[in-house]
């Protein structure tokens, strides 16, 4: 079974922190991707890698950046945390192929105070 | 045409009801799709994947319309553990980009006792 893992369940920090939210695959996929979920919103895709070093932006990159040193791990940060960006993060990985279905982990609940 | 648009719900059911959520994409690249299960305040796990006309798993059937573009997940015998959020997934753009998944707003479903 494919194993993704989220360092926190809950995180609470306060505007202006500096804020890393960590990603761990075992399953050696290439690919690998943070999205955020929001009521009403769905699923937005922040920033996705598909190999060591390499990083690529979704839709929503502004206030965030991402770091992919080994391959399985993928860190979302957040440079200068506003309040809105409390939301539910969520990582995700696949395999390097074409349409294949993506594996999250349970997420991190962040709230900005 | 949003890139993928589902039925807004909610949908109530009794047990042992059958029920089905439909959800047109607009790519008409796109080769496979998915269904995605999400409960309250968890990650989206993968239900089923649909690669061509069709897959059955149980009491879950997803049927695919390439001509109409839309996809469909019916429900037989309804139980209460499948009250739920159902995700509809589809690849972005052509080779490469299919990497990418477009998730649905989600249908939200309430077996009833």
């Known amino acids: ?113 | 045409r949003k890139e993928v648009e589902q039925d807004p719900g909610p949908f109530n059911v009794p047990e042992g009801a059958t029920v089905a959520f439909n959800c047109t994409y607009s790519n008409s690249a796109s080769q496979s799709f998915f269904w995605y299960r999400q409960d309250c305040r968890k990650e989206p796990k993968l239900l089923m994947s649909v690669y061509s006309s069709g897959n059955e798993d149980g009491r879950f059937t997803a049927q695919l319309n390439r001509a109409s573009q839309y996809i469909s997940l019916l429900i037989r015998d309804s139980k209460l553990s499948d009250s739920a959020t159902y995700l509809c997934v589809v690849p972005r753009g052509s080779s490469g980009s299919a990497r990418q998944l477009t998730f649905g707003s989600g249908t939200q479903l309430t077996v009833l006792p």
Request: charged share 25%; glycine share 8%.
């Open chain 1, 1 to 113: 079974d494919v194993k993704v893992t989220q360092s926190s369940r809950y995180l609470v920090k306060r505007t202006g922190e500096k804020v890393f939210l960590e990603c761990v695959q075992d399953m050696d996929h290439e690919n690998m991707f943070w999205y955020r979920q929001d009521p009403g919103l769905g699923l937005r895709l922040i920033y996705f890698s598909y190999d060591v070093k390499m990083k690529e932006k979704g839709d929503i990159p502004e206030g965030y950046s991402v770091s992919r040193e080994k391959k399985e791990r993928f860190s979302l940060i957040l440079e200068s945390a506003s309040t809105n960006q409390t939301s539910m993060y969520l990582c995700a990985s696949s395999f390097g192929s074409d349409n294949s279905p993506l594996h999250f982990g349970n997420g991190t609940r962040l709230t900005v105070t």
